[in-house]
């Protein structure tokens, strides 16, 4: 579970900006929500990390942040040498001219050679990436820590200077692969994308843990063609099974979804209540297709404990139907693993089904930097009060100026 992120210089955030998700302790119990950060932990955090604020706030570019994160981790050794990784820093002189540094922190294993074991403990880790400015992408320093129960402090998996070098601990260990790590790794492309390629166990760990994070944006928000998203559901049955049982929550008129090969592959019908035909995907109303392209990221994670992160997920799903969607994340049946959804809001509706330290607000000053702050960091916000009413009338900030 992720339960800290910080952001420097990404978009349109300048200056350091820190979501930390932990509970005050003196927050009531309330396991439906707030879950340990890891297995057995005293400190808990949300499941549901939701971001609300005016257009163009920044609410994206911390979903942007996290993605880029996860894409870094899997993805850069298959960035060309010498092209630009896929963000922005901030766009003034200041913001181009300086790094940029994104840290998380999340639970994993004390011991690695125990991935295999679902009952393993598991601890804090903290994963922390600096990429140089002035139109430089070159990683400046790269570093994964964890505090294991036998440690007072933090303790260094690995860490990478500006000239790349790698030194790492015994538990990562490198005796077999430095050689070749020295001869491959590329200035713009992770220690852990490039290890993973060698098959280093420990990097294979870290570069999956970091595959269970799905988003519908790194750059921009991704639109899955049709032909994409049916054969997502063709290659996993059992997506559409739950598809089918959940769609009648969107569009109660519809019975199933259904594929037909045609000249061109296969094609998906929907079967509904009283009509004598099938329907075909182009005819369903917006909100059903949209529907059909989020409820993967949602069910992968909450099938592998993962990170769903999406943006403007109510953009096309009706309120009731977005309310439903958070009952799955805090339903500890449908969500056995604690999988977390992050998610950026216009529906603001949706703050009288949050607790506080489940919202956080995005704004922006005079100068177009973006500032990050919880709900729970407002003086004087109680349980009991109306988010929704509050927040429309101004008194929480973050609200768009018009005229």
């Keep these: 579970m992720l339960h800290r992120l910080e952001i420097e210089n990404f978009y349109s955030i300048l200056e350091s900006q820190v979501i930390d998700l932990r509970v005050a302790n003196h927050a009531p119990d309330a396991p439906e929500r707030f879950v340990p950060i890891w297995r057995n932990s005293t400190e808990k955090a949300p499941k549901i990390v939701a971001f609300f604020g005016p257009n163009a706030s920044g609410k994206s570019n911390v979903l942007r942040a996290l993605t880029f994160i996860s894409f870094f981790v899997q993805h850069s050794f298959s960035v060309p040498a010498g092209n630009p990784l896929p963000f922005q820093r901030f766009n003034n002189t200041q913001g181009l001219a300086r790094p940029t540094r994104l840290t998380a922190y999340m639970a994993g294993l004390e011991d690695l050679t125990r991935a295999e074991d679902a009952t393993a403990p598991q601890c804090r880790y903290v994963y922390e990436v600096v990429i140089g400015g002035q139109g430089n992408h070159t990683v400046l320093h790269e570093s994964l820590h964890y505090w294991p129960s036998t440690a007072a402090r933090k303790v260094r998996v690995f860490e990478r200077d500006a000239e790349g070098k790698v030194e790492a601990a015994r538990m990562f260990d490198l005796s077999r692969f430095r050689v070749t790590l020295e001869a ?37 928000k991704e639109d899955v063609r049709d032909e994409q998203v049916i054969q997502l559901y063709v290659n996993n049955p059992s997506w559409l099974e739950a598809f089918n049982r959940e769609v009648q929550r969107v569009d109660l008129g519809i019975r199933a979804m259904k594929f037909l090969p045609d000249a061109q592959g296969l094609h998906a019908i929907f079967e509904h209540e009283g009509l004598s035909s099938p329907v075909h995907l182009t005819l369903e109303s917006h909100g059903t297709r949209q529907f059909l392209k989020i409820f993967p990221y949602i069910l992968q994670a909450l099938e592998t404990g993962g990170v769903a992160v999406l943006d403007e997920l109510d953009g096309a799903i009706h309120p009731q139907m977005l309310s439903e969607i958070l009952q799955w994340f805090r339903d500890r049946k449908r969500n056995p693993h604690n999988a977390q959804l992050w998610i950026s809001c216009h529906s603001v509706s949706l703050l009288e089904s949050l607790s506080k330290e489940e919202v956080f607000f995005c704004d922006k000053d005079s100068g177009g930097r973006t500032r990050i702050y919880g709900l729970r960091d407002i003086q004087g916000v109680r349980r009991a009060d109306n988010y929704y009413k509050k927040y429309m009338a101004g008194i929480y900030g973050a609200i768009p100026q018009i005229g």
């Design 184 to 220: 491959i790794l590329r200035p713009n492309a992770s220690v852990i994308s490039t290890l993973a390629q060698l098959k280093h166990p420990g990097a294979t760990i870290f570069r999956d843990a970091a595959a269970k994070l799905c988003s519908n944006i790194l750059v921009q």
